[in-house]
């Protein structure tokens, strides 16, 4: 199973704790205490999403964190780098030189194409789409009688 690690999801609940409250500076205990997460763990995220640039801090009585620019501006993408680094499902799909049979490989150029659509699709993802709500699935109708008197094989 491919997934992200369990900070990568946590810096996206706390990403999306941010964006909901666009202009405020929030501070990590408002953070931790609203997406329900350690605060040590909020710190440690903060800090990561703040050296990648997606959040910016605040010092003093009234500081905190809040987005460095819209929702609509930063993508999964960006998060997920910020703690994870690049984006790739294996290492020959994100730099050169990383493996011996790397000249005689007869896989990596798909590779390359899969981490590049992996990464196509998170970029289209921006923070403020995961603020919308889910939209549910469209309900579909099938008129059965057109079945009636006919064998279902």
């Known amino acids: 199973m491919?997934?992200?690690s369990r900070l990568t999801d946590y810096?996206?609940?706390?990403?999306?704790?941010?964006?909901a409250h666009p202009g405020d500076v929030l501070s990590t205990?408002?953070?931790?205490?609203?997406?329900?997460?350690?605060?040590?763990?909020?710190?440690?995220?903060l800090k990561s999403l703040g050296h990648?640039?997606?959040?910016?801090?605040?010092?003093?009585?009234?500081?905190g964190y809040r987005l460095s620019r819209p929702a609509?501006?930063?993508?999964?993408?960006?998060?997920v780098e910020a703690l994870e680094g690049p984006i790739g499902m294996t290492e020959c799909g994100i730099t050169q030189g990383q493996c011996d049979r790397e000249a005689q490989c007869g896989v990596r150029?798909?590779?390359?194409?899969?981490?590049?659509?992996?990464?196509?699709?998170?970029?289209?993802?921006?923070?403020?789409?995961?603020?919308?709500?889910?939209?549910?699935c469209k309900e579909v109708t099938v008129d059965i009688s057109?079945?009636?008197?006919?064998?279902?094989?």
């Open 52 to 63: 990648a640039g997606l959040v910016d801090s605040f010092r003093g009585v009234n500081g």
């Open 109 to 136: 150029g798909s590779w390359q194409r899969i981490n590049s659509l992996l990464d196509g699709a998170l970029r289209a993802v921006s923070l403020a789409d995961i603020l919308r709500p889910a939209t549910p």
């Open 29 to 45: 205990a408002q953070i931790a205490d609203e997406t329900h997460l350690e605060l040590p763990t909020v710190s440690k995220l």
């Open 146 to 153: 057109i079945l009636k008197g006919r064998t279902i094989a």
């Open 2 to 4: 491919l997934r992200v």
């Open 72 to 79: 609509g501006e930063i993508n999964l993408a960006e998060i």
């Open 11 to 19: 810096a996206t609940v706390v990403m999306t704790c941010i964006a």
